[in-house]
């Protein structure tokens, strides 16, 4: 992609190059030792070259070819080709490549720059390669660092192997370690952490940091972000000011969840944080305490209990549930929860779970105390060791019972009554 632009501005370029060089003398070429010895002197600043050879140092009007210092090549005028230097490349204008030891500096760049430490350029339309850091007003195209990209404005790719930073991203940015734009419009990736104050596109690292707001995708082992307008956050843990969106991680906290939810096992919520207790006996689970944590609207279910009808079990389990008002006295609660059982002796443990889709009415007899119906629908999946029987979880008969290979599969229906407080 690279070599694609800068032939296409190469081609453009120097074919205009007797045009926007005219005020100078030109000729072929010129060598020097140290400025002025060389072969035009003091005068080598007025002339255009198309081949200019500096063993040390040297200062010419412009190039309309190739220019190569050993330690560093000043140009006055622009560069329509390329230029190499051990150590320094210094143009107003470059329309080509430039090549250095150490630093490129350029007033406009309209092609590559490459640079064993540091690419600095006030605008680049093309690619910008640094062995360590780059560093440009405006960018069009691509920067790769091995350490440090820094931009005013990205409007294409930048890489690094450790730090892009730019205030404004427009398209995508790429960092072994950390990324940082004040504005992203794209997509930014980081290793460990990406950090924009304004995100329209998606965020994917180790930390991710949107200090304004969110509108789109963060994914990350820890997402921050101080409003979510319709986007999702994905992490171990998710901490926001305002979401209006949906967290999916172990960790949520909000001070304020105007609209969406969060599906995570611990789900905090500074304003409007719903919480209830509840004792229950049921067909599947005999007797019961289960806590519920998060809003209203969408809350995280945690259930101990024990069975004792049939087979002596333990169950533990968890799951998500909604609770709405149906009127002053009546709530609706649908709730989803996967339940795993084990022998009280914890001996000869199979695997046997089951998943309830419940149906819950809650008669609220005051504000802090209430009675729950709740009757349900499951699917069960257990198997059995080779010298055992599988665990019998409920005195009621399912619907549908498959065998195969000690695994047995189950829907049938289950009814739980609860106290609430």
Known sequence: MAIVIFAVIFVFGTAN???EQSKQKSFPAQVSIFYPLGTHGWESADYTYNFSLNLMHGKVGGINGLEISGFVGRVYGNVYGTQVAGFVNTTENVTGIQVAGLVNTSNNMNGIQVAGLVNTTNNV??????GLVNASDDVIGIQVAGLVNASDTVGGIQIA??????????????????????????????????EACCVRGIQIGGLNIACNYLKGMQIALTNFAD?????????TFNRT???????????????TIESGGSLSLVNIVRRGFYRSWEVSVADYSNLAVTYRMGT????????VGANFIEDNLWNVGIGFGHRRAINNNLDFRPEIVSYNYFPMDFRNIQSTFSTHLKFGFVYNVSENFGISLTPSVFALNSRRNSDT???????????YTREKNNWQTAIGAGISLGINF
Request: proline share 2%.
């Open 17 to 19: 190059a007797q045009t």
């Open 125 to 130: 339309i093309g690619t910008q390669i640094a």
């Open 227 to 235: 409003t979510v307008k319709g986007g999702l956050q994905i992490g």
């Open 241 to 255: 000011q305002t979401l209006r969106g949906l967290q999916i991680g172990l960790v949520s906290v909000n001070d």
């Open 296 to 303: 209203r609207t969408l809350y995280t279910i945690y259930t």
């Open 389 to 399: 029987e599988h665990y019998r979880v409920s005195p009621i008969s399912p619907f």
């Open 161 to 194: 192997g450790l730090v892009n930073a730019a205030d404004v991203v427009k398209g995508i940015q790429i960092g072994g370690l950390l990324s940082l734009s004040r504005c992203l419009q794209g997509i930014q990736i980081g290793g460990l952490g990406n």
